[in-house]
């Protein structure tokens, strides 16, 4: 039989903006929850089960299939029963294990819950309901010095029955883990022969609860999914400089969680903050409303809508599992991923930790817009681009040699988690204009004024036909090993490669990470296919131009539409990558 402790949960807000959570604590017995067999399950492996930038995610019906999520799961307990530098054994470990609330998290949780029980580990932590965003399940890896977690999301893909599941695993350090364990995973799931799973019935993950398995060999926690992160922003921002100063500029926010898992968090935080009200659709949903939770200007165009036409000053949006955001100023001003991060970091002092703690370096993914690269440069910190994959950002934070860092995929974020960090990332904005005291289009414009302005755009091209998508990559992977037709065609190409990195804090080579045409006065045409989608291949084309004005001319040159600025480059690259040919796409599918 298992004892059950159940914990009631109070959060108290105060007027200062601070909240308190209390927990008052009962043990009783569950006799639904019998003492544990542990089954061995004979399997075959799965030809399909190599994970991308994030994890492994599938259509739902794959991920139902007999065994197919227990193979990848235990494939992932073998890979990580050697323990990394710092790390202790699995066994007896804790672990952390929630989800963005899309389909089949409710079941996967349950899983994974029986199948760490029966590879040895001791504790998991679970979030209310299974729900945990990521970057609050890294802060929970890192705060209660667990040995990893599994985080249940297919991020931005939609969700549903027919849509897209995804699970990754987090190690110690609360970040993805590195490509030598993901290469360990996959070698496993191609040779796997059984699982082992625990044999009790499915646990009461509905409040917070722990249930204790074998008199003690297994205990399950089950937490508030807020609290700790909750607890985390408060440490590292201001609430009560930021709550004085949405109330004396009666500024008005517009938050959308889009029915992802930032709901919850986003109402704690902005209720503390004097702003619950402006927090919208911050129920998570399986299907999360059946929109597409993708923080972006097509897919959230119901916020895009909302501050072209109405009097809020600042708009947010946040993907499904809360880590990627979209910040909008008035009238719907748009800020790209890549001039966010850099402002975050030239306002670094208006954010009490970075205040206090310094900058101890800077780094950006290497399609992104290259604003931060001279903001690094002024302030004499280290910059390091690096692959797409936030792994690469936690090596350099684990050796402090970053702090803050940043994706063109509307992903920000810094060293007091190991993901990105959307409700984070808001915050920092807020701070931002609170002491400024400006607006978020007077915070843009004087950033370009100081810095020049990248012109960037991203084109999407989704779902393309693989083959197709290949070629075009076959196509251009011939000026690679041949750059000199392409430089000697008149357009001012410098060069043409293959991005590579070598990754500084442990040697590891990271190679064809995407396909670079740099110009001579430093424009950049990047192409890559994604590794988060489900199915098929998506194509991105990046285009990335500067423009520093010469003193004394008519800022509006920065107010140039971006497109506009950017359509010469655009042509260009959809000549070059032959990409309309290769796909049979005339248009994509989102132009951010």
């Known amino acids: 039989m298992a004892t059950v402790m159940r914990t009631s949960v109070r959060t108290t807000f105060h007027a200062d903006g601070r909240v308190n959570t209390t927990h008052e604590s009962s043990v009783s017995k569950d006799d639904a929850a019998a003492d544990t067999a542990v089954e061995v399950v004979q399997t075959t492996p799965f030809d399909d089960q190599a994970p991308g930038t994030s994890g492994l995610r599938k259509k739902v019906p794959i991920f139902q299939q007999p065994h197919y999520l227990e193979n990848f799961v235990q494939s992932t307990f073998n890979a990580v029963k050697t323990p990394l530098d710092n790390e202790g054994p699995l066994a007896g470990s804790t672990l952390v294990v929630g989800g963005d609330g899309r389909y089949l998290v409710k079941e996967a949780a349950q899983t994974i819950l029986k199948m760490a029980c029966a590879n040895g580990v001791g504790r998991v932590i679970v979030g209310t309901n299974g729900i945990l965003s990521t970057p609050a399940v890294s802060a929970l890896i890192r705060r209660k010095k667990c040995r990893g977690g599994f985080i249940l999301t297919a991020s931005h893909n939609p969700g549903g029955p027919k849509e897209d599941f995804g699970i990754k695993y987090n190690i110690s350090n609360g970040g993805p883990a590195p490509d030598g364990v993901t290469d360990k995973m996959v070698a496993e799931t191609k040779s796997i022969t059984e699982y082992r799973i625990a044999q009790f019935p499915d646990l009461d ?53 889009m029915h992802g898992v930032a709901g919850p968090y986003a109402t704690a935080i902005f209720t503390a903050l004097g702003a619950g009200d402006s927090v919208v659709n911050n129920v998570p949903l399986e299907d999360f409303g059946g929109g597409h939770p993708d923080p972006n200007l097509t897919y959230a165009k119901n916020l895009v809508d909302d501050m072209k036409s109405g009097p809020y000053d600042l708009g947010a949006a946040f993907d499904g599992d809360a880590d990627r955001n979209m910040i909008l100023g008035k009238g719907g ?13 030239a306002n670094a002092d208006c954010i009490p930790y970075l205040k206090k703690g310094g900058i101890k370096g800077l780094s950006r993914s290497m399609p992104t ?26 090596n350099l934070m684990d050796a402090e040699k970053l702090t803050i ?19 984070w990332a808001v915050l ?23 810095y020049g302005r990248n012109f960037f755009t991203r084109y999407d091209y989704e779902g393309v036909e693989s083959k197709g998508a290949n070629d075009m990559v076959a196509l251009l992977q011939t000026h690679v090993a041949d750059p000199s037709k392409l430089v000697g065609s008149g357009r001012d190409i410098k060069t043409v490669d293959d991005f590579a990195y070598t990754d500084i804090t442990n040697g590891e080579v990271a190679t064809k990470k995407g396909i670079r045409i740099l110009f001579e006065k430093g424009d950049r045409i990047i192409f890559r296919l994604s590794g988060t989608g489900s199915s098929g291949a998506t194509v991105r084309m990046y285009v990335d131009s500067y423009l520093k004005l010469a003193d004394g001319s008519d800022p509006a040159g920065y107010s140039r539409p971006v497109q506009d600025a950017l359509k010469e480059l655009v042509e260009i690259a959809l000549e070059i990558s032959q990409l309309k040919q290769y796909t049979g796409r005339n248009e994509p599918t989102v132009i951010t």
Request: hydrophobic fraction near 45%; glycine fraction near 8%.
């Open 369 to 394: 817009g290259a604003a931060l690269d001279r903001v690094a440069e002024k302030l004499g910190v280290p910059f390091f681009e690096v692959p797409t994959g936030w792994k690469y950002f936690g």
């Open 205 to 257: 993950l509905s409040q917070p609860t722990t249930h204790v398995i074998d008199g003690g060999k297994f205990v399950v926690t089950v937490v508030d999914s807020v609290a700790d992160y909750l607890e985390l922003m408060q440490e590292l921002f201001d609430f009560a400089a930021i709550k004085a100063h949405i109330a004396q500029a009666k500024l008005q926010l517009r938050i959308d969680c």
């Open 405 to 423: 860092c940043g994706e063109e995929s509307f992903g920000t974020g810094s060293s007091h988690v190991r993901e990105k960090d959307g409700v």
């Open 428 to 450: 920092c904005w807020l701070s931002i204009l609170a002491t400024r005291k400006a607006t978020i289009e007077e915070v843009c414009t004087a950033f370009w004024s100081e």
């Open 333 to 345: 001003f748009f800020i790209t991923p890549s001039d966010s991060v850099a402002i975050i970091a």
